[in-house]
């Protein structure tokens, strides 16, 4: 909306010389969230690996479906245990969600389904370590041992976790009907359960 040649802020300002232009709060929270990360070298280094696991995984349909059947064995695996309950709704079959830059909400999807499908990922990066061509069996490996350390898995349930409790805020700042004052409310018991 706020493009140089034909948004609205421009629109505006064509109208109104004084008009100023200023995010939602949604938005503000979104860029402070891209900011703030990409100062974080962990977080760069967390999204570097996902992305590139994404790509890795996705860019197959024979891997795919190989994540598909892994996923469906760790199910029925988790099913016989008595680990799942069964019903209308319960144990739809996941997908590795593509994560955007400007949309940080995509990201919980992102780390969250990246977690649930944890066992079926290494299965695959696995299966790749031994029977792909070379460059992508070194690629694969290298995968493994960053998935397998403690660092990359604390820091998919940290960003998970934190990314829960800023999508709230953002979906709060989504309402037609937020003010400032309970902004700034909300702003406050996001700001304390961080």
């Not at 003010?179 to 304390?192: G, Q, S």
Request: with cysteine; charged share 30%; aromatic share 8%.
């Amino acid at each position: 909306m706020q493009g140089d040649i034909n948004g609205l802020k421009i629109l505006m300002q064509k109208e109104s010389k004084g008009a100023h232009s200023i995010h939602c709060f949604s938005h503000q929270l979104q860029l402070t969230l891209v900011a703030v990360s990409k100062r974080c070298d962990e977080v760069q280094e967390l999204l570097l690996v996902v992305f590139d696991i994404l790509n890795m995984v996705e860019s197959s349909f024979k891997r795919r479906d190989e994540l598909r059947e892994s996923q469906a064995e760790e199910i029925e695996e988790a099913l016989r245990k008595g680990e799942l309950e069964t019903g209308r709704g319960l144990n739809q079959e996941l997908g590795l969600a593509r994560a955007g830059d400007t949309r940080w909400d995509s990201h919980i999807k992102s780390f969250n389904n990246f977690i649930l499908m944890f066992g079926p990922i290494i299965d695959i990066l696995d299966a790749i370590a031994i029977n792909a061509r070379f460059e992508e069996k070194c690629k694969a490996k290298g995968y493994l041992k960053a998935c397998l350390t403690f660092e990359i898995v604390f820091m998919l349930h940290f960003m998970r976790t934190i990314l829960a409790i800023t999508n709230e805020l953002n979906v709060a700042f989504q309402k037609k009907k937020e003010d400032i004052a309970n902004a700034m409310i909300l702003v406050r018991v996001a700001k304390y359960r961080l």
